[in-house]
């Protein structure tokens, strides 16, 4: 069992940044890739970032791509989402997920534990 802790998320202005963390506990927390998933109001739950355990490479959604840098750091169970040139589109309930899977790491529906999730509202 993994329990995921995320925080750092809150209002700011279209342009700023923000670093999310995902906080992990339980089982080896280097044995498990992390993604990061969003869902805005109405919409459904889609991927923005992720870092394998294996290679430590991370992925990225176009949308996000150029913008975002996703880390980890095994010393400390978390990982982080580097959010920069923020936009009011960006504005979501942002959760981390992990799988022991180190790959396919875009799909809702193959990760294994969730955070509760942290808002993120950007302001035009």
């Known amino acids: 069992q993994v329990q995921l802790v995320e925080s750092g998320g809150e209002l700011v202005q279209a342009g700023g940044s923000l670093r999310l963390s995902c906080a992990a506990s339980?089982?080896?927390?280097?044995?498990?890739?992390i993604s990061w998933f969003r869902q805005a109001p109405g919409k459904e739950r889609e991927f923005a970032a992720a870092?394998?355990?294996?290679?430590?490479?991370?992925y990225y959604a176009d949308s996000v791509k150029g913008r975002f840098t996703m880390s980890r750091d095994n010393a400390k169970n978390t990982a982080y989402l580097q959010m920069n040139s923020l936009k009011p589109e960006d504005t979501a309930i942002y959760y981390c997920?992990?799988?022991?899977?180190?790959?396919?790491?875009?799909?809702?529906?193959?990760?294994?534990?969730w955070g509760q999730g942290t808002q993120v509202t950007v302001s035009a």
């Open positions: 870092i394998s355990w294996f290679d430590g490479k991370a």
């Open positions: 339980g089982r080896r927390f280097s044995a498990y890739s």
């Open positions: 997920a992990a799988t022991t899977r180190m790959n396919n790491l875009m799909q809702v529906d193959l990760m294994d534990y």
